[in-house]
């Protein structure tokens, strides 16, 4: 955006910039600020002036330099196609143009923002809000062609600010009860997001109330949004059409639009489970459920996690075997956020039948898991090695352990095949070939086998 | 009897007696299996000849057309000649100029490679001897899953120990030794052919990199894929002149990591200074964060005159020819170290460590041949310790006075302005030294690159290099810097972080500065454009000496680049992969990318990864001061993969380009895997090897050159968006190719919305969809059941 009057550069090329204490000519919001917040509001259509820009309080050049400010940011917009639910999809655009803005940073959202202006910019003549304003309805209204008309007001008067404060953190607690009560029942839309298909190209994503994109970055109203915005954009609505299973949620209009984008590489979709016919990834899901057959559970490992999991394979190899948007039965990538579902794994059996995760996932995702629940499923610190867990699992009385046939100490899942046991040995070591392959442990079926190298041996991975 | 495919193990046990069972006639199938890799290469083309990748070579070569700049007309290879070749005139053979100019590029191409396979030979065999060919590669641990993906693609067989690694080495001599012999007269004479051969050289070349490196990174415990890396000194400066400073020369660490062990083992480590120049410093710091890189191949003169080293070790590669002769001259004993570099010197392998001491410390020989990697070291301590006190004070750089008394004798012949490959104002400079002034002979440092042509065309034999040094002492007493010590391998999971990212637009592309800076102001250019395009959120890898070169320069608030960025890949992060041999790492994360988000079979499919490299991965090489043979065997195996390079204005003197035609649109055509038609993409990338006369031009190129077919809307509004502003802020002007570039109303970058329309409606634009694009025949994907509605 280039312009005679307006007085510092605006694009993409400043997303990065960073503006030092020692550089800044102020601070509005932040740690230091009292009140804070930005908020974007839907109104009736002759309720907004369109591209009006009001300044309540001293603007730029009155506010003491080198101090922090307390600040509002109201911004209200109107449409025919606007609705509420994507207000706080649009609110984060606030974070994204204002940092266009040569020497203006801006951080954080709602009542927690926090935005430098650096001296240099000022005294190339950015010294008023209405900059600021004039930047945001340009890049709004140029971005988004669903908003009619659109107005910004900035609160610099820091009663006004404190005074509107509590409003705004109410509205955002209602989004928050309303995205956190949604379900997916309530809803007829899902929205598909084929923008990994640049990499993979035959995943889709399905993103729906109750499951976040694999990524953690698209929510359902993100979806909404981004559809509304652009209906030919890579992130499309789907009409769910029937459920055919509840339990696992499998929809017809999921298995549909599955068929068409992954080039009929994928038949049916179950939302809900690990198994059977799991939800695809690409590769930037940010964790795996995986199976583990000794205890008939599921455990999660996250992207962060250094080290081997508790089945002794780290992340980046079961990954291997996640991504790249096929189908398979016990290897599913998911998001953090999806952990946080009630639908959760539902046909699985949800927590009731996860069994270990790295503590730093636990203590995210905890204040989501049923009561009772938490300290029964282990993590590194309980449990390095499926034998370690199953110990751990027996001594918290994990639910799962019920799913253990006394004589075996467990079982098959009723839903998979029945495996046939055709071997079983403590150690079976053949030499053939110049290869040794040693059996530890191992039941060999007919259609799986875990094979581990000798521990003394040096190949051996960790 | 044990058999394995590529998804199957078929078991037959005909007898076994164990402890636990007694098992006859057993016969066991398995249909997976884990941890455990089939030792038969697979995959469609594992280990490829020099003529089975020919058709992809083509399909890059019919759009990258070869463009050539005879740097000679002449051929002069066999006794026929000379040929002239010049104006559509065949040499004696019936070669044509075309054919002559990329037969030069494939020995050029042979050269590199067989450098780095050598290098990687050396470097195996020790390890082998040393470690065990058991010993287990490990380049990452758990954060990596592929541990070579080079030789996975090349070879089609997944090493797991460095014993595996030598059936792949043996693979990459043999292929040279063809690739060579198309060279000879009488062979080859297709330009197009030549070219396939010169792409194929270049993925030796890769491949043989990457067994170097894993090979040292598992042995030696150096950073395995480690974003936080130690930062370790840079710069003459850095340097602790209190204590014996040995300087290693080269690429081949072998020898110097004997130097840290026997130290180590003595306890010496703390009073003496191990310091290097040029690749094996890198992998020295690698391995010791105590050890200093004093900068790139061209400071070699400067730091041996100062006569701070007080013994040099060279081992091989980009180390100068007449090093002895420049030692010899600070009374500092040479250890060389390499059978490809014996510099003339008397071979004392086999003789008593202390012997050779002596007769150095002594001077009864200036120099020795040391053929054994384990006795370097014991050597080197003790001379360096030995001679120490005998050579204070002793250095080749004249002090201010003498500079001005000596430049009063030049007779202004211009000789020395007329040999120096950068043309500097010599002359001039030099009469005002004479006058007094040594200011502008100060003023050449950051120009000259320490050749000293100058130096051996001045009739009266001045040391101009040494005057322009003497002249810069203020400044060389400010080189101290730091640089992160280079981190080898991008992990499986880093990739997996950065995918959604790059599609989201958050991420424009990945620029790897590789090769070497030289050239006046390549140095502060090199910087610069890594400074630029962090701050923009691209990924910028570098390696070698411009891993060195970037760090040589501070920002406002006197950070280096490895200081102000994260050494994480991701969004402006800055990496040193290592040396030059890293390089494998950067082309290994392309080609994971592929493995790891599209689940591509990575074992010896070497077409198709490399098609998806090309469509997919906005990865750019800028190797800005390029001078060598092994940066052109680097350079063409980032082609081969697709990747575009930029050269900087001597890169020309390659002989060729290899660039694409925006104005012929047939050319931009690929197949859409959803659909099976065909597809026209505009021009993206658009070139894949061309040089740039000026930074500037190559910051507009690299955004340009990120560009791919497959970009979602974000991504390429982003890409879009760079490319816009840089080219106004550097030419001036709106690029006039945009609306080539611009496919749908979504790709159009926010901020310049109302310029692009008016220029797209200017250029008669259309609409053009967003394939999933390939320019191999789309198989296996194809649609099940029909079309997609």
Same mark, same amino acid.
């Given at each position: 955006?280039?312009?005679?009057?307006?007085?510092?550069?605006v694009?993409?090329m400043?997303?990065?910039e960073?503006?030092?204490?020692n550089?800044?000519?102020?601070?509005l919001?932040?740690?230091?600020?009292?009140?804070?917040?930005?908020?974007?509001?839907?109104?009736?259509?002759?309720d907004?002036?369109?591209?009006?820009i009001r300044?309540?309080?001293?603007?730029?050049?009155?506010?003491?330099?080198?101090?922090?400010?307390?600040?509002?940011?109201?911004?209200?917009?109107?449409?025919?196609?606007?609705e509420?639910d994507?207000?706080?999809?649009?609110?984060?655009?606030?974070?994204?143009?204002?940092?266009?803005?040569?020497?203006?940073?801006?951080?954080?959202?709602?009542?927690?923002?926090?935005?430098?202006?650096?001296?240099?910019?000022?005294?190339k003549?950015l010294?008023?809000?209405?900059?600021?304003?004039?930047?945001?309805?340009r890049?709004?209204?140029?971005?988004?062609?669903i908003?009619e008309?659109?107005?910004?007001?900035?609160?610099?008067?820091?009663?006004?600010?404190?005074?509107?404060?509590?409003e705004?953190?109410s509205?955002?607690?209602?989004?928050?009860?309303r995205?956190?009560g949604?379900?997916?029942?309530?809803?007829?839309t899902?929205?598909?997001?084929?923008?990994?298909?640049s990499?993979?190209?035959?995943?889709?994503c399905v993103?729906?109330?109750?499951?976040?994109?694999?990524?953690?970055?698209?929510?359902?109203?993100?979806?909404?949004?981004?559809?509304?915005?652009?209906?030919?954009?890579?992130i499309?609505?789907?009409?769910?059409?029937?459920?055919?299973n509840?339990?696992?949620?499998?929809?017809?209009?999921?298995?549909?639009?599955?068929?068409?984008?992954?080039?009929g590489?994928?038949?049916?979709?179950?939302?809900?489970?690990?198994?059977e016919?799991?939800? $695809?990834?690409c590769?930037?899901?940010?964790?795996?459920?995986?199976?583990?057959?000794?205890?008939?559970?599921?455990?999660v490992?996250h992207?962060?996690?250094?080290?081997?999991?508790?089945?002794?394979?780290?992340?980046? $190899?079961?990954?291997?075997?996640?991504?790249?948007?096929?189908?398979?039965?016990?290897?599913?990538?998911?998001s953090?956020?999806?952990?946080?579902?009630?639908?959760?794994?539902?046909?699985?059996?949800?927590?009731?039948r996860?069994?270990?995760m790295?503590?730093?996932v636990?203590?995210?995702?905890?204040?989501y898991?049923?009561?009772?629940?938490?300290?029964?499923?282990?993590?590194?610190?309980?449990a390095?090695?499926?034998?370690?867990?199953?110990?751990?699992?027996?001594? $918290?009385?994990?639910?799962? $352990?019920?799913?253990w046939?006394?004589?075996?100490?467990?079982?098959?899942?009723?839903?998979?095949?029945?495996?046939?046991?055709?071997?079983?040995?403590?150690?079976?070591?053949?030499?053939?070939?110049?290869?040794?392959?040693?059996?530890?442990?191992?039941?060999?079926t007919?259609?799986r086998?875990?094979?581990?190298?000798?521990?003394?041996?040096?190949?051996?991975?960790? | 009897?044990?058999l394995?495919?590529?998804?199957?193990?078929?078991?037959?046990?005909?007898?076994?007696?164990?402890?636990?069972?007694?098992?006859k006639?057993?016969r066991?199938t398995?249909g997976?299996?884990?941890g455990?890799?089939?030792a038969?290469?697979?995959?469609?083309?594992?280990?490829?000849?020099?003529g089975t990748?020919?058709?992809?070579d083509?399909?890059?070569?019919?759009?990258?057309?070869?463009?050539?700049?005879?740097?000679c007309?002449l051929?002069c290879?066999?006794?026929?000649?000379?040929?002239?070749?010049?104006?559509?005139r065949?040499?004696?053979?019936?070669?044509?100029?075309?054919?002559?100019?990329?037969r030069?590029?494939?020995?050029?191409?042979?050269?590199?490679?067989?450098t780095?396979?050598?290098? !990687?030979?050396?470097?195996?065999?020790?390890?082998?001897?040393? +470690?065990?060919?058991?010993?287990?590669?490990?380049?990452?641990? %758990?954060?990596?899953?592929?541990?070579a993906?080079?030789t996975?693609?090349?070879?089609?067989?997944?090493?797991?120990?460095?014993?595996?690694?030598?059936?792949a080495?043996?693979?990459?001599?043999?292929?040279?030794?063809?690739?060579l012999?198309?060279?000879?007269t009488?062979?080859?004479?297709?330009?197009?052919?030549?070219e396939?051969?010169? +792409?194929?050289?270049?993925?030796?070349?890769h491949?043989?990199?990457?067994?170097?490196?894993?090979?040292?990174v598992?042995?030696?415990?150096?950073?395995?894929?480690? &974003?936080?890396?130690p930062?370790?000194?840079?710069?003459?400066? %850095?340097?602790?002149?209190?204590?014996?400073v040995?300087?290693?020369?080269?690429h081949?660490v072998v020898p %110097?990591?004997?130097?840290?062990?026997? &130290?180590?083992?003595?306890?010496?480590?703390?009073?003496?200074?191990v310091?290097?120049?040029?690749?094996?410093?890198?992998?020295?710091?690698?391995?010791?964060?105590?050890?200093?890189?004093?900068?790139?191949?061209?400071?070699q003169?400067?730091y041996?005159? %100062?006569?701070?080293?007080?013994?040099?070790?060279?081992?091989e590669?980009?180390?100068?020819?007449?090093?002895?002769?420049?030692?010899?001259?600070v009374?500092?004993?040479?250890?060389?170290t390499?059978?490809?570099?014996?510099?003339?010197?008397?071979?004392?392998?086999?003789?008593?460590?202390?012997?050779?001491?002596?007769d150095l410390?002594?001077?009864?020989?200036?120099?020795?041949?040391?053929?054994d990697?384990?006795?370097?070291?014991?050597?080197?301590?003790?001379? !360096?310790?030995?001679?120490?006190?005998?050579?204070?004070?002793i250095?080749?750089?004249?002090?201010?006075?003498?500079?001005?008394?000596?430049?009063g004798?030049?007779?202004?012949?211009?000789?020395?302005?007329?040999?120096?490959?950068a043309?500097l104002p010599?002359?001039e400079?030099?009469?005002?030294?004479?006058?007094?002034?040594?200011?502008?002979l100060?003023?050449?440092?950051?120009?000259?690159?320490?050749?000293?042509?100058?130096?051996?065309?001045?009739?009266?034999?001045?040391?101009?290099h040494?005057f322009i040094i003497?002249?810069?002492?203020?400044r060389?007493?400010?080189?101290?810097?730091?640089?992160?010590?280079?981190?080898?391998?991008?992990?499986?999971?880093?990739?997996?972080?950065?995918?959604?990212?790059?599609?989201l637009g958050?991420?424009?592309?990945?620029?790897a500065?590789?090769?070497c800076s030289?050239?006046?102001?390549g140095?502060?250019?090199?910087?610069s454009?890594?400074?630029?395009?962090?701050?923009?959120?691209?990924?910028?890898?570098?390696?070698?000496?411009?891993?060195?070169?970037?760090?040589?320069?501070?920002?406002?608030?006197?950070?280096?680049?490895?200081?102000? +960025?994260s050494?994480?890949?991701?969004?402006?992060?800055?990496?040193?992969?290592?040396?030059?041999?890293?390089?494998?790492?950067?082309?290994?994360?392309?080609?994971?990318?592929?493995?790891? +988000?599209?689940?591509?079979?990575?074992?010896g499919?070497?077409?198709?990864?490399?098609?998806?490299v090309?469509n997919?991965?906005?990865?750019?090489?800028?190797?800005?001061? !390029?001078?060598?043979?092994?940066?052109?065997?680097?350079?063409s195996?980032?082609?081969?993969?697709?990747?575009?390079?930029i050269?900087?204005?001597?890169?020309?003197?390659?002989?060729?380009?290899?660039?694409?035609?925006?104005?012929h649109?047939?050319?931009?055509?690929?197949?859409?895997a959803?659909?099976?038609?065909?597809?026209?993409?505009?021009?993206?990338?658009?070139?894949?090897?061309?040089?740039?006369?000026?930074?500037?031009?190559a910051?507009v190129?690299?955004?340009?050159l990120?560009?791919?077919?497959?970009?979602?809307?974000?991504?390429?509004s982003?890409?879009?968006?760079?490319?816009?502003?840089?080219?106004?802020?550097?030419?001036?002007?709106?690029p006039?190719?945009?609306?080539?570039f611009?496919?749908?109303?979504?790709?159009?970058?926010?901020t310049?919305k109302?310029?692009?329309?008016?220029?797209?409606?200017?250029?008669?634009?259309?609409?053009?969809p967003v394939p999933?694009?390939?320019?191999?025949?789309?198989?296996?994907?194809?649609v099940?059941g029909?079309?997609?509605?």
């Open positions: 955006m280039a312009s005679d009057t307006f007085p510092v550069e694009g993409l400043f997303e990065g960073r503006i030092r204490r550089d800044m000519q102020l601070e919001g932040g740690p230091k600020a009292d009140a804070k917040w930005e908020i974007v509001r839907v109104r009736p259509a002759g907004v002036v369109d591209g009006e300044v309540l309080g001293p603007d730029l050049d009155a506010l003491a330099p080198g101090m922090s400010h307390p600040v509002g940011v109201l911004v209200e917009i109107s449409g025919e196609k606007l509420e994507i207000e706080g999809v649009l609110e984060r655009r606030i974070h994204e143009f204002l940092n266009y803005v040569e020497g203006f940073v801006h951080l954080n959202q709602r009542h927690e923002i926090w935005m430098r202006l650096s001296r240099r910019s000022f005294e003549g010294n008023s809000f209405r900059y600021l304003g004039q930047v945001l309805i890049l709004f209204r140029d971005d988004l062609p908003i008309a659109m107005q910004v007001t900035w609160i610099s008067d820091p009663d006004t600010v404190r005074e509107m404060l509590d705004a953190v509205r955002y607690e209602t989004r928050d009860a995205a956190r949604l379900l997916d029942e309530d809803v007829d899902f929205y598909g997001c084929a923008l990994c298909q990499f993979a190209p035959t995943h889709v993103i729906t109330p109750q499951r976040y994109a694999n990524c953690g970055a698209i929510s359902w109203f993100d979806g909404r949004a981004a559809a509304g915005i652009d209906p030919k954009g890579p499309f609505g789907i009409a769910k059409g029937a459920c055919l509840e339990k696992t949620g499998e929809y017809e209009g999921i298995n549909e639009i599955a068929r068409k984008r992954s080039m590489e994928v038949e049916r979709v179950s939302l809900y489970s690990a198994f016919f799991p939800h $695809t990834s590769g930037c899901f940010e964790g795996i459920a995986f199976y583990i057959p000794e205890v008939d559970g599921i455990a490992v992207r962060g996690f250094r080290g081997p999991a508790v089945n002794g394979i780290p992340f980046s $190899t079961m990954a291997d075997s996640t991504a790249g948007g096929r189908q398979v039965s016990g290897f599913h990538g998911i953090i956020e999806y952990m946080r579902s009630s639908r959760f794994l539902q046909a699985d059996g949800g927590y009731g996860v069994v270990w790295p503590g730093e636990l203590e995210r995702v905890r204040e898991i049923p009561d009772g629940l938490a300290d029964r499923i282990a993590t590194e610190k309980d390095l090695s499926v034998g370690e867990l199953k110990a751990f699992l027996e001594k $918290t009385g994990h639910p799962v $352990t019920g799913r046939k006394p004589d075996s100490g467990r079982e098959q899942d009723k839903d998979r095949k029945q495996e046939k046991t055709v071997l079983r040995l403590s150690e079976l070591p053949i030499r053939a070939g110049g290869i040794t392959l040693v059996l530890k442990n191992a039941r060999i007919a259609e086998v875990i094979i581990e190298r000798r521990p003394d041996d040096p190949r051996r991975r960790t | 009897m044990v394995l495919d590529r998804n199957t193990v078929y078991l037959e046990v005909q007898e076994v007696e164990t402890d636990a069972a007694r098992i006639d057993l066991v398995i997976g299996i884990r455990l890799a089939p038969v290469p697979r995959g469609p083309m594992p280990m490829p000849g020099p990748l020919r058709r992809w083509r399909k890059l070569l019919s759009r990258y057309r070869p463009f050539y700049m005879p740097f007309e051929c290879l066999c006794t026929f000649g000379k040929c002239d070749l010049s104006g559509g065949k040499g004696a053979c019936g070669i044509t100029m075309n054919a002559q100019q990329s030069i590029v494939l020995l050029a191409c042979c050269i590199g490679a067989a780095h396979t050598a290098h !990687a030979r050396e470097i195996l065999d020790h390890i082998v001897s040393r +470690f065990g060919e058991r010993h287990p590669l490990d380049t990452g641990g %758990s954060q990596i899953d592929i541990t993906p080079i996975r693609l090349v070879c089609g067989f997944e090493p797991q120990t460095v014993g595996d690694l030598d059936r080495l043996r693979y990459a001599e043999n292929q040279i030794t063809q690739l012999a198309a060279t000879h009488g062979q080859e004479g297709d330009y197009l052919d030549l396939s051969k010169v +792409f194929h050289a270049g993925m030796v070349d491949l043989g990199m990457e067994i170097a490196d894993i090979s040292q598992s042995a030696y415990s150096f950073p395995r894929a480690d &974003a936080d890396a930062l370790v000194e840079l710069g003459m400066a %850095s340097v602790d002149t209190k204590k014996p040995i300087l290693v020369v080269g081949n %110097s990591v004997g130097i840290l062990e026997y &130290a180590r083992e003595n306890d010496l480590l703390g009073s003496i200074e310091t290097g120049i040029c690749c094996t410093s890198l992998d020295l710091t690698r391995y010791s964060e105590k050890a200093k890189i004093i900068g790139p191949i061209s400071w003169l400067r041996i005159r %100062s006569g701070i080293p007080s013994v040099v070790v060279v081992d590669q980009c180390v100068r020819t007449d090093l002895p002769d420049e030692c010899r001259a009374r500092a004993p040479v250890i060389a390499s059978d490809k570099n014996a510099l003339g010197l008397p071979d004392r392998t086999g003789d008593p460590a202390d012997e050779i001491v002596e410390v002594s001077g009864r020989v200036t120099g020795v041949l040391l053929r990697p384990d006795i370097v070291g014991e050597v080197a301590v003790k001379t !360096a310790n030995h001679v120490f006190e005998k050579r204070k004070g250095t080749a750089i004249p002090p201010g006075e003498s500079v001005t008394a000596s430049a004798e030049c007779t202004h012949c211009s000789f020395c302005q007329r040999a120096c490959p043309e010599l002359v400079v030099i009469r005002e030294a004479g006058a007094g002034d040594t200011g502008a100060a003023s050449l440092y950051d120009l000259c690159i320490g050749c000293g042509r100058c130096e051996s065309a001045c009739p009266r034999g001045l040391p101009l040494s003497s002249a810069s002492c203020e060389i007493r400010d080189e101290k810097f730091s640089i992160r010590s280079g981190r080898g391998a991008i992990s499986d999971v880093e990739i997996r972080e950065v995918g959604g990212p790059i599609v958050e991420i424009p592309g990945i620029v500065f590789v090769g030289n050239f006046p102001r140095g502060s250019e090199l910087a454009m890594c400074r630029e395009f962090a701050r923009r959120r691209f990924i910028v890898c570098t390696s070698g000496c411009a891993a060195i070169t970037a760090g040589q320069y501070r920002n406002d608030e006197g950070k280096t680049l490895y200081e102000e +960025f050494g994480k890949f991701e969004a402006g992060g800055v990496l040193n992969v290592g040396s030059c041999v890293s390089n494998a790492h950067i082309s290994g994360a392309a080609i994971k990318i592929a493995a790891i +988000f599209a689940k591509r079979e990575l074992d499919n070497y077409e198709e990864i490399a098609d998806y090309h997919r991965v906005g990865a750019v090489g800028v190797a800005w001061g !390029a001078m060598s043979q092994k940066a052109a065997a680097i350079a195996g980032f082609w081969r993969l697709g990747i575009p390079v050269v900087g204005p001597h890169g020309s003197k390659y002989r060729r380009m290899l660039l694409g035609r925006a104005d649109p047939d050319d931009w055509k690929v197949n859409d959803r659909t099976g038609e065909e597809v026209c993409i505009g021009p993206v990338p658009e070139h894949l090897f061309v040089a740039a006369e000026t930074a500037e031009e910051m190129l690299v955004a340009k990120s560009m791919r077919p497959n970009d979602t809307t974000r991504g390429r982003i890409k879009c968006t760079h490319y816009i502003d840089l080219h106004r802020r550097l030419y001036g002007t709106m006039g190719d945009i609306h080539l611009i496919r749908n109303p979504a790709d159009v970058p926010l310049f109302d310029e692009i329309w008016a220029h797209l409606e200017a250029h008669g634009w259309k609409e053009q999933d694009p390939t320019l191999l025949e789309p198989k296996g994907r194809r099940k029909g079309k997609p509605k």
